[in-house]
């Protein structure tokens, strides 16, 4: 008998995601705040929960995957939250993306009720979530990493224990961070390329070729060409990341002009309507400046 | 017999690009400003000329690997210069980093005299010089280009025509925005996870099976584990790139902000006394900006 897991959250990433542990035959227990979403999974074989509780009851192991620390703390620490339904040695596996002290501090309440609990953002979008070949970055106990660390295979291709408490959190912001500069990196090559008429396709397949490839020139740069500004990977998830990253730099009084920078010009695609449009759009904000359409 | 070719520049791209087209049995005539350099390469097989116009008279093709637009000019239309010498119908393929605009005005001066000329800069460093895997990125008249393509293919694993004159430079910059930038996207992600207390080498591996992915996480961010700051390729030759593109974008009124940013970075590094070291050293301004070591 495979163990009993609990998934809360079941929007553009948890979907999927819950989706691939039913494949892999582990007992799934869903809840989502939105009852609709839960169909398509109960469909599949999944039950469904009444609150956060009544999973926890039900459940050995429980992820969530909801936006950000005051829904986590909601679903875990809240009334009808978790912690009040699960035994003691359950282990919640947080594949939010919150900030690293909200996660140390959830993790220290829960561990005041034996409750484990394991910091697990991941890499990699809708597609990576579909496909099982996410990046999970883990924080916490490494023995209770090692225990969950065949459930967390089935979503994730690249699975690193990374160190204590929040530091799972930690690098998924280094992580944001290297995106959104390797994102600014592909639509500043890619304004200058259009200003002087060079086809944008052909500069991509050069830039691909040598020292200025990147796994965003690779994969989200054709959105560009295509001008698909649909999310995968909203602005305003992004800007939430790049929020956390620039608050914890602060604390640790880390100049991070380039992130910094990013974040503003994000900025611009909030102030023009656009933070449910895909972060490639801030070739859209460039090309604002330089007063061309996109 | 193969087309005879003559070498102008033989620094730490030049010089390995001459011995690879040695070792591909082309006949070579070399020449370099500080005669000391041609030693190896006479030693291993190559002519040596007493200047530029003496090297055009004995090749039918002749690469001009030197600093920037000025030494360009000297060598290929100075008194003693390549111009001078060359017989009409001559390929001059200039593989330096010089602005698209100075590209363009030899391209003209030469096409007066019956010479042509191809922009051919390259992107992948000494190694790349050495294994004959460069990316070449060419400007000029496509059937020129045909012509000369095996030769060029003896140095670079990806080898495109852009374009007119001009465009091999202008893709260029756009590579080295680029560039500029992915080291920046890797500077700020080690500067937040160094004060987190983070492994950057474990950070470096987890963010590499991801979205963040760059060619320079993966072969330059290890120089900054092992604190290895030698060229490679340097701050003050990166910063010309950086100027060029920034003057080519003024000419278009194209803001590139990103790119302003990090070229004032590496400003600090100048102001440091680190220009003749590896662009990488980018993470010692961070580091010095947060107070600490690198």
């Excluded at 996660?103 to 990576?128: F, K, W, Y």
């Amino acid at each position: 008998m495979k163990t009993p897991i609990g998934f809360i959250g079941l929007g553009l990433m948890g979907g999927p995601m819950a989706r691939k542990l039913l494949q892999a035959g582990y007992p799934l227990v869903v809840w989502n705040r939105t009852a609709e979403k839960m169909k398509p999974l109960v469909a599949a074989g999944a039950t469904p929960a009444g609150s956060p509780r009544e999973l926890a009851e039900r459940a050995e192991v429980i992820f969530t995957m909801v936006t950000d620390a005051p829904q986590v703390r909601e679903v875990v620490l809240g009334e009808q939250g978790v912690g009040h339904g699960a035994k003691a040695g359950t282990v919640v596996i947080d594949t939010s993306s919150i900030a690293p002290s909200a996660a140390r501090e959830i993790a220290e309440e829960l561990a005041r009720r034996r409750i484990h609990m394991l910091d697990a953002p991941v890499s990699g979008g809708p597609e990576g979530a579909a496909r099982g070949t996410l990046s999970i970055m883990v924080g916490g106990e490494e023995e209770v990493f090692r225990a969950v660390l065949p459930i967390l295979q089935v979503l994730g291709k690249s699975v690193r224990h990374v160190g204590p408490p929040g530091t799972g959190q930690l690098v998924k912001l280094c992580n944001q961070i290297s995106c959104a500069l390797n994102l600014l990196a592909v639509a500043e090559a890619f304004a200058l390329a259009r200003w002087a008429g060079a086809d944008l396709a052909a500069v991509r397949e050069v830039l691909l070729s040598g020292a200025a490839a990147s796994w965003m020139l690779e994969h989200w740069a054709p959105k560009i060409l295509s001008h698909d500004y649909q999310p995968g990977f909203t602005i305003a998830n992004f800007q939430k990341d790049l929020r956390n990253a620039l608050q914890e730099a602060a604390a640790g009084k880390v100049p991070l002009p380039g992130t910094a920078l990013v974040h503003q010009l994000y900025r611009a695609n909030e102030a023009a309507g656009e933070s449910q449009e895909s972060t490639v759009a801030i070739y859209k904000v460039l090309m604002r400046l330089a007063g061309e359409p996109a």
